[in-house]
């Protein structure tokens, strides 16, 4: 380790931008082609020294992962003490670093963040890392490595992880020996944290039919294997399909969360028979979604508004059932969820819910407002969260009668069994399966909650999608001035109809969602506005949809 060194900090040829590139710290962190990422790994390094300095020597996270992104493109965000996405105002440091051009102006941006936040350098840090299975994690390693070095950090690395794993890792880091302490601060301990609360969350009941898992071809795979030897088959019996870390081309291809809820349909050659239960894990294995198909061989998906219909409708009866009515649930969702499912919400089951833009540090915040806030994102990205009071009223109410000991015992488990920093697919599988188990539910069972309304969401290349602001939880668009009017236009002629367009904050597109009463009405929707989008703004490519 060396000291706080500005001379080495601004000397590095690696300080040297991408020149013609403009980086965004956007929805999850840095992310775009791998081959542009060299310079921004090292200043991101710096960044996390800083932002421990600041926070008296806290341990900060790095993760490197695209997650659910193509092979060839990578990313990195940072991870507060508490395990939680950077704060918010951070990320404009990490997007002036990034696109500070040379060591020079590197300098002045450090200077500049060290002034505004009254930083001594000369304090400690701490900084953890990991990485995803993607191939250009290695040399991205090295540049981190070194923006770790010339800042001064004590930096330990982590290797292959999930992405949760790394928020669970920091956050046991900086609460050891504390009245607050999360857990043992190891893979191992992860593991076995997850499996006890499990083992108990299913305690009494029969084991369902065995679950197969699609790992999207990345690191879900072979964690998801490790952690299974913690929980004997009578408990759990899984199958894991899409498992090839090695091959290249593979992570995310075809296969995957994203994949499964974009195409709505089953990876190909998955051998998904009536009765069976499926799930996907995207690339760095923070979503999922689970699917089946009906008697009639019909798909149907059970996205992240299916689960967090399913979590809270399980969490609200055992608070009730334990007798603490004094614990109120909330739901966090965004624009893309079904319009059935905020219906179920708020109708059938009575819960308050928000809706807030996209991107995991949204949804976080917004779930704290809760006694338990549950969020989650269509896509299969989300949580549980429970508040410090809700956790004490937990641990400290006395049963009264068997079924509420057995109820405060269920709530108990399952604030070990969630993953509270992050969505975590391994986590958010145990609970669904932990819900699934306790009702001796099918997919199909579950599944009866509501009916999704047909949706459909579409990608639109577009010369610069930076030119799309949105407001109002991004449902409706502020510029291209006069756009939003004319998609107004077009949704007013259908059934149920409604339809938003947004710039995406990983990818280099713009997303259009749509959802009617039927599918070809939506099909038709999703299709119109996708041409306009690209008509008006510059598209690239072929016509979407047409
Ligand atoms: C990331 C974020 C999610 C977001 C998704 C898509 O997921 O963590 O909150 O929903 O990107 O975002 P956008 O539509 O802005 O591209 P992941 O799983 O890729 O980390």
């Given at each position: 380790m060396t000291s706080f060194d500005y001379s080495s900090i601004k000397s590095n040829i690696i300080a040297h931008k991408v020149e013609s590139y403009t980086y965004t710290y956007g929805t999850a962190g840095f992310r775009t082609k791998a081959e542009l990422l060299d310079s921004v790994m090292y200043k991101v390094g710096i960044l996390a020294t800083l932002r421990s300095k600041k926070l008296g020597g806290a341990t900060i996270g790095v993760m490197i992962t695209a997650s659910?992104?193509?092979?060839?493109?990578?990313?990195?965000?940072?991870?507060?003490?508490?395990?939680?996405?950077?704060?918010?105002?951070?990320?404009?440091?990490?997007?002036?670093?990034?696109?500070?051009?040379?060591?020079?102006?590197?300098?002045?941006?450090?200077?500049?963040?060290?002034?505004?936040?009254?930083?001594?350098?000369?304090?400690?840090?701490?900084?953890?890392?990991?990485?995803?299975?993607?191939?250009?994690?290695?040399?991205?390693?090295?540049?981190?490595?070194?923006?770790?070095?010339?800042?001064?950090?004590?930096?330990?690395?982590?290797?292959?992880?999930?992405?949760?794993?790394?928020?669970?890792?920091?956050?046991?880091i900086n609460t050891a020996n504390t009245s607050d302490s999360y857990g043992e601060p190891t893979e191992e301990g992860y593991y076995k944290k997850l499996s006890e609360a499990f083992k108990t969350s299913v305690k009494g009941k029969s084991r369902l039919s065995p679950l197969t898992v699609d790992c999207a071809n990345g690191v879900g795979a072979p964690k998801l294997r490790e952690f299974l030897r913690y929980l004997p088959e009578d408990v759990l019996s899984v199958n894991i399909m899409n498992d090839d870390v090695t091959s290249l081309g593979k992570l995310n291809k075809d296969c995957g969360a994203d994949y499964v809820k974009t195409q709505q349909r089953a990876p190909p050659g998955s051998k998904i028979a009536p009765g069976s239960r499926f799930c996907s894990y995207d690339g760095d294995a923070d979503r999922i979604v689970y699917y089946f198909v009906d008697s009639n061989g019909t798909f149907r998906l059970l996205d992240g508004d299916k689960i967090a219909g399913l979590a809270a409708m399980f969490i609200m009866e055992l608070v009730h059932d334990a007798g603490i009515s004094s614990i109120k649930v909330g739901v966090v969702q965004t624009a893309y969820a079904n319009g059935s499912s905020t219906n179920y919400l708020t109708k059938v089951l009575n819960v308050p819910v928000s809706c807030v833009s996209t991107g995991v540090k949204h949804l976080h915040h917004e779930a704290e407002k809760y006694d338990v806030g549950v969020y989650f994102e269509a896509n299969g990205h989300g949580t549980v969260l429970f508040s410090p009071e809700a956790l004490n009223t937990i641990k400290t109410t006395e049963a009264k009668t068997p079924a509420q000991k057995h109820a405060i015992d269920q709530l108990q488990a399952l604030t070990e069994l969630i993953n509270q920093t992050v969505g975590d697919a391994i986590s958010d599988m145990l609970l669904v399966e932990t819900i699934l188990t306790n009702r001796q539910w099918t997919c199909e069972e579950w599944n009866q909650a509501y009916t999704d309304l047909p949706n459909r969401l579409v990608k639109v290349v577009v010369k610069d999608r930076h030119i799309f602001k949105t407001t109002n939880a991004e449902r409706q668009l502020v510029e291209p001035v006069g756009l939003q009017g004319e998609i107004d236009a077009l949704v007013a002629k259908y059934a149920n109809g409604r339809s938003f367009v947004r710039a995406s904050g990983t990818e280099d597109a713009v997303r259009v969602y749509a959802e009617a009463s039927t599918r070809a009405e939506t099909d038709e929707l999703a299709s119109k506005v996708a041409q306009l989008v690209y008509d008006r703004a510059g598209g690239v490519g072929g016509r979407p949809l047409s």
């Amino acid at each position: 380790m060396t000291s706080f060194d500005y001379s080495s900090i601004k000397s590095n040829i690696i300080a040297h931008k991408v020149e013609s590139y403009t980086y965004t710290y956007g929805t999850a962190g840095f992310r775009t082609k791998a081959e542009l990422l060299d310079s921004v790994m090292y200043k991101v390094g710096i960044l996390a020294t800083l932002r421990s300095k600041k926070l008296g020597g806290a341990t900060i996270g790095v993760m490197i992962t695209a997650s659910h992104n193509p092979e060839e493109d990578n990313g990195v965000k940072l991870v507060d003490p508490r395990g939680e996405m950077l704060e918010q105002s951070w990320e404009g440091y990490a997007t002036s670093l990034a696109n500070a051009k040379g060591g020079d102006a590197l300098a002045e941006v450090v200077e500049e963040i060290v002034a505004a936040n009254k930083i001594d350098t000369e304090a400690p840090a701490a900084v953890i890392y990991g990485y995803d299975t993607r191939p250009s994690c290695a040399e991205l390693v090295k540049c981190l490595e070194l923006g770790l070095e010339v800042s001064g950090a004590k930096a330990t690395n982590f290797g292959l992880k999930t992405t949760p794993m790394l928020h669970y890792l920091v956050r046991c880091i900086n609460t050891a020996n504390t009245s607050d302490s999360y857990g043992e601060p190891t893979e191992e301990g992860y593991y076995k944290k997850l499996s006890e609360a499990f083992k108990t969350s299913v305690k009494g009941k029969s084991r369902l039919s065995p679950l197969t898992v699609d790992c999207a071809n990345g690191v879900g795979a072979p964690k998801l294997r490790e952690f299974l030897r913690y929980l004997p088959e009578d408990v759990l019996s899984v199958n894991i399909m899409n498992d090839d870390v090695t091959s290249l081309g593979k992570l995310n291809k075809d296969c995957g969360a994203d994949y499964v809820k974009t195409q709505q349909r089953a990876p190909p050659g998955s051998k998904i028979a009536p009765g069976s239960r499926f799930c996907s894990y995207d690339g760095d294995a923070d979503r999922i979604v689970y699917y089946f198909v009906d008697s009639n061989g019909t798909f149907r998906l059970l996205d992240g508004d299916k689960i967090a219909g399913l979590a809270a409708m399980f969490i609200m009866e055992l608070v009730h059932d334990a007798g603490i009515s004094s614990i109120k649930v909330g739901v966090v969702q965004t624009a893309y969820a079904n319009g059935s499912s905020t219906n179920y919400l708020t109708k059938v089951l009575n819960v308050p819910v928000s809706c807030v833009s996209t991107g995991v540090k949204h949804l976080h915040h917004e779930a704290e407002k809760y006694d338990v806030g549950v969020y989650f994102e269509a896509n299969g990205h989300g949580t549980v969260l429970f508040s410090p009071e809700a956790l004490n009223t937990i641990k400290t109410t006395e049963a009264k009668t068997p079924a509420q000991k057995h109820a405060i015992d269920q709530l108990q488990a399952l604030t070990e069994l969630i993953n509270q920093t992050v969505g975590d697919a391994i986590s958010d599988m145990l609970l669904v399966e932990t819900i699934l188990t306790n009702r001796q539910w099918t997919c199909e069972e579950w599944n009866q909650a509501y009916t999704d309304l047909p949706n459909r969401l579409v990608k639109v290349v577009v010369k610069d999608r930076h030119i799309f602001k949105t407001t109002n939880a991004e449902r409706q668009l502020v510029e291209p001035v006069g756009l939003q009017g004319e998609i107004d236009a077009l949704v007013a002629k259908y059934a149920n109809g409604r339809s938003f367009v947004r710039a995406s904050g990983t990818e280099d597109a713009v997303r259009v969602y749509a959802e009617a009463s039927t599918r070809a009405e939506t099909d038709e929707l999703a299709s119109k506005v996708a041409q306009l989008v690209y008509d008006r703004a510059g598209g690239v490519g072929g016509r979407p949809l047409s």
